[in-house]
Nanobody
Framework: VQLQASGGGLVQAGGSLRLSCACA????????MGWFRQGLEKEREFVAG????????NVADSVKGRFTISREKGSNTVYLHMTALKPEDTAVYYC?????????????????WGQGTLVTVSS
C-alpha cells in the first residue's frame, strides 16, 4: 500500500491544521490506520489511530482534547484534525496502515508508511 500524506505547513501557536492521508495503488479501507510523529532528536510517537470503519479511535494523552482522527467507513482516506496547536507539536507527521482492521497504537503493528508531512508551530 502506498500512502500519501498532505496538509502540513507553518502555523502559529493556537492555530489549526488538517492532515490528510490517502491510500494509493491498493485499498486500505479494511485496515486500521494511524498517525505518528517525530520531532527533532525525538523518538517516533503514536498520535492517533482508527479502526477500519472509524468507529473506534484513540489519541495520545499529549494531544487529547486538541487532535481528532477521522475516516469514513469504506474510505481510503484518514484525517488528523489538529487544533490549539503548540510549539511542541512541531514534528514530521507520518500516516500508516495497520496489519489488521483494528485500532492499534504500536508502530510494529503498522506495515505501510507514508512519506511524512512537516508541521511547524511557531510561538
Amino acid at each position: 500500500v502506498q500512502l500519501q500524506a498532505s496538509g502540513g505547513g507553518l502555523v502559529q501557536a493556537g492555530g489549526s491544521l488538517r492532515l490528510s492521508c490517502a491510500c494509493a495503488r491498493r485499498t486500505c479501507s479494511n485496515n486500521g490506520m494511524g498517525w505518528f510523529r517525530q520531532g527533532l532528536e525525538k523518538e517516533r510517537e503514536f498520535v492517533a489511530g482508527s479502526n477500519w470503519s472509524g468507529s473506534n479511535t484513540n489519541v495520545a494523552d499529549s494531544v487529547k482534547g486538541r487532535f481528532t482522527i477521522s475516516r469514513e467507513k469504506g474510505s481510503n482516506t484518514v484525517y488528523l484534525h489538529m487544533t490549539a496547536l503548540k510549539p511542541e507539536d512541531t514534528a514530521v507527521y507520518y500516516c500508516a496502515a495497520a496489519r489488521g482492521a483494528w485500532m492499534v497504537t504500536t508502530s510494529r503493528e503498522y506495515t505501510s508508511w507514508g512519506q511524512g508531512t512537516l508541521v511547524t508551530v511557531s510561538s
